[in-house]
């Protein structure tokens, strides 16, 4: 009975299930990826150094961006579900009916997800083994090995992720009280709970204490060990923390630039917790783009010049790039289905305010706004979030706090940031206010 409901409410929001299903494909990807290079190292016994040191060092702080993409996105589209949850328990149904509900639903969306990523995710492993061999770092011919290994990383990881916050979410689901079924909108909660504060004061406490330890080792590929990680812990500590700062914004409420800024303002500063959901993944893209490129910008300073036999910092070059560049790919898929997902839920938002004699244009004006602010906050926290990285790896690297590397870099990165939240908000919302008002209001 659970099984068939579950398939039931999966085949109904199959829209909003569409974000979390490409998280967990895209995720699963990167992990198969390196949980590949490593299996391959394992068995093969040939330069088995860097193809278990590779992943090791890598992918192990990628198992953390994965889980936290995942966990964000299935934690958001459930998020989003409350009234509906909230009636359900309004007709009898019990806090343990709606958490095993909400636990099958999201098992059926992720089973087809992660096992769509396996063989894209062996493809990539392929790529990355390919330029280990030609970059010599790896003896040919070395073929990429994909067994029960690389299985069990790649979909174990995705699928514990969204289990997991679909437990940790069902059980705030769970605790609705059934009068909210006949209201429209949550009442707001609480900026930041207590088990979001003290995990994100964790995160921080480990990440700076990661930074620090960087500053004591030896200069060397393992460097990274402790540095990557370390903007990684900042970032997430960050973005659990990021309602305090989203609620500061409520000023601009008061200030004289126009009624729409001020509703804008006022939107993010009422809904900062929802603010700071979509905020959160763009807080993890800057911090691990910039602190990333960065780090191999400095390296590479170090090793100018072409690449000769045993500069292995020099070899590695290109596969860090490209790893980075697969990284940055997969937080910037969370990003922008995090932020399409949470737009197109506002429809009834926007009919409510359209009706209220709000124009279009003055819609789509709030909107922008309330995107630049976010996209703002979001640039802030993670260039906070990279210094945790660069900082250290500079000071030990060339003895200087600056990382090296154009200035131009890091103007990719926050332009980056701004367009992919304006091509993600701008026509989602466009498409919700061709929907009329009032068939706004009754959207599910």
Not at 132 to 153: D, E, F, K, N, R
Not at 233 to 245: E, M, R
Not at 354 to 371: D, N, P, W, Y
Request: proline content about 5%; hydrophobic content about 55%.
């Amino acid at each position: 009975m659970m099984w068939r409901l579950a398939v039931l409410t999966v085949r109904a929001h199959i829209g909003s299930y569409f974000a979390p299903a490409a998280v967990m494909t895209a995720g699963t990807a990167l992990l198969t990826a390196f949980a590949s290079l490593l299996e391959t190292g394992l068995e093969t016994g040939r330069s088995a150094g860097f193809l278990i040191m590779l992943p090791a060092i890598l992918g192990g702080w990628t198992v953390a961006i994965v889980a936290f993409g995942v966990v964000s996105t299935v934690s958001l589209t459930i998020q989003h579900r409350e009234q509906e949850l909230a009636l359900l328990r309004s007709i009898a149904a019990t806090p343990r009916q709606i958490r095993q509900n909400v636990v099958l639903e999201t098992a059926i969306v992720a089973l087809p997800a992660v096992a769509a990523g396996l063989l894209p995710g062996i493809a990539l492993g392929s790529v990355v083994l390919g330029r280990l061999v030609g970059g010599g770092l790896v003896s040919a011919p070395t073929a990429l090995s994909a067994g029960w290994l690389c299985v069990a990383i790649g979909a174990g990881t995705s699928l514990s992720a969204a289990v997991g916050a679909a437990l940790i979410s069902s059980g705030r689901a769970a605790s609705i009280p059934p009068v909210r079924a006949l209201s429209e909108a949550s009442p707001s909660a609480r900026p930041l709970a207590r088990a979001r504060a003290v995990s994100g004061l964790g995160l921080l406490a480990v990440g700076l204490s990661l930074a620090a330890a960087t500053l004591f080792m030896a200069d060397g590929p393992l460097l990274s060990s402790t540095a990557g990680p370390a903007g990684v812990a900042v970032a997430v500590g960050l973005a659990l923390l990021s309602p305090l700062a989203v609620t500061p914004v409520r000023w601009l409420s008061n200030a004289r630039l126009g009624a729409t800024t001020r509703l804008a303002a006022r939107n993010a500063h009422v809904r900062a917790g929802h603010s700071a959901g979509v905020a959160s993944p763009l807080i993890l893209l800057v911090g691990i783009a910039a602190g990333t490129l960065y780090m191999q910008s400095t390296e590479d300073s170090v090793h100018r010049g072409p690449a000769v036999a045993g500069d292995v910092s020099a070899q590695l070059a290109p596969v860090n790039y490209l790893i980075v560049i697969m990284i940055i790919g997969f937080s910037a898929i969370v990003v922008i289905n995090t932020l399409v997902a949470a737009t197109r839920r506002r429809r009834r938002e926007f009919g409510l305010l359209r009706l209220s004699a709000a124009t279009r244009g003055q819609v789509l004006k709030m909107v922008a706004i309330e995107a630049v602010v976010t996209a703002g906050i979001a640039v802030v926290l993670g260039t906070l979030a990279a210094a945790a990285t660069t900082v250290p790896y500079s000071m030990v690297k060339t003895g200087s706090p600056i990382a090296s590397g154009p200035a131009w870099m890091y103007l990719a990165v926050v332009g980056g940031a701004f367009l992919l939240v304006m091509l993600a908000t701008i026509p989602t919302t466009m498409g919700a206010l061709r929907v009329r008002p009032v068939d706004a209001l009754s959207a599910a």
